[in-house]
C-alpha cells in the first residue's frame, strides 16, 4: 500500500515562479488536505477537499490553488512564489470529516523560495 | 474560533521516567480529539481518537485520556526510540503546535 504520496521531496523556486506540489492516494479516501508547517506555527490548513470537484479553503489559503477532479489526485498550486511560502507541505487523506476518520499523512515535501 | 494549545513546548526525560503531555482544547462540540506522533523529516503518524470526556486508550507505553477542556498524553517508563513531537488536533483539522519530547538513555 503506498498509502499518501507527495512529490517533489524536495524543491527550490526563485521568487515569482510557479510549480505544483502533487499528491495522491490510493485509499479511496473523500477527503483530502493540504498544510504547511514552520517552526513555532503547528501544522496550518491550507485548503481541503470532501470530494472529487469539491474544494474549500482553510486557515491559510492565500497564494495557493487546489483543484480535485479525481478521487485519487489533490495538487497544490503555487501561483508566483513567494519568500514566505517557504515551509514543508504535508498532504493527507482521510474517508471523511467526521469523528473516527484518522487522517493519514504524506511523507512531506521541503519547498525554499529564494 | 476552534483553538488547541498544547503544553510544554519540549520536554526532556531520563529513561523510564514518565510523565504526561497536556492539549487544553476549546471547541464549539467536539468531534474527535487525535493524538499523532511525528518523527524529525517524516509526516504526523496517527495514535489515538478520543470522543467523549472520560474515555481513555492505551497503546504500549503511551495512554490518552479526555475530559471536556483537555486531554492528556501519559508516557509510562519511556524509552529513547519514543523521542518524537507529539501532535494533537481537534475535528482533526486544528492543530496545536506540538510537544518535543527527548528521552535519555
Known amino acids: 500500500n503506498a498509502g499518501v504520496t507527495q512529490t517533489p521531496k524536495f524543491q527550490v523556486l526563485k521568487t515569482g515562479q510557479s510549480m505544483t506540489l502533487q499528491c495522491a492516494q490510493d485509499?479511496?479516501?473523500?477527503?483530502m488536505s493540504w498544510y504547511r508547517q514552520d517552526p513555532g506555527m503547528g501544522l496550518r490548513l491550507i485548503h481541503y477537499s470532501v470530494g472529487a470537484g469539491i474544494t474549500d479553503q482553510g486557515e491559510v489559503p492565500n497564494g495557493y490553488n487546489v483543484s480535485r477532479s479525481t478521487t485519487e489526485d489533490f495538487p497544490l498550486r503555487l501561483l508566483s512564489a513567494a519568500p514566505s511560502q517557504t515551509s514543508v507541505y504535508f498532504c493527507a487523506s482521510s474517508y471523511g470529516m467526521s469523528a473516527g476518520n484518522t487522517i493519514y499523512f504524506g511523507e512531506g515535501s521541503w519547498l525554499t523560495v529564494v | 474560533e476552534d483553538q488547541v494549545t498544547q503544553s510544554p513546548e519540549a520536554l526532556r526525560l531520563q529513561e523510564g521516567e514518565s510523565s504526561s503531555l497536556n492539549c487544553s482544547y476549546t471547541v464549539s462540540g467536539l468531534r474527535g480529539l487525535f493524538w499523532y506522533r511525528q518523527d524529525p523529516g517524516k509526516g504526523p503518524e496517527f495514535l489515538f481518537t478520543?470522543?467523549?470526556a472520560g474515555e481513555e486508550k492505551e497503546k504500549e507505553r503511551l495512554k490518552a485520556t479526555l475530559t471536556k477542556k483537555e486531554s492528556f498524553l501519559h508516557i509510562t517508563a519511556p524509552k529513547p526510540e519514543d523521542s518524537a513531537t507529539y501532535l494533537c488536533?481537534?475535528?482533526?483539522?486544528?492543530f496545536g503546535k506540538g510537544t518535543r519530547l527527548s528521552v535519555i538513555a
Open positions: 488536533a481537534v475535528h482533526a483539522l486544528v
Open positions: 485509499m479511496n479516501h473523500e477527503y
Open positions: 478520543l470522543y467523549s
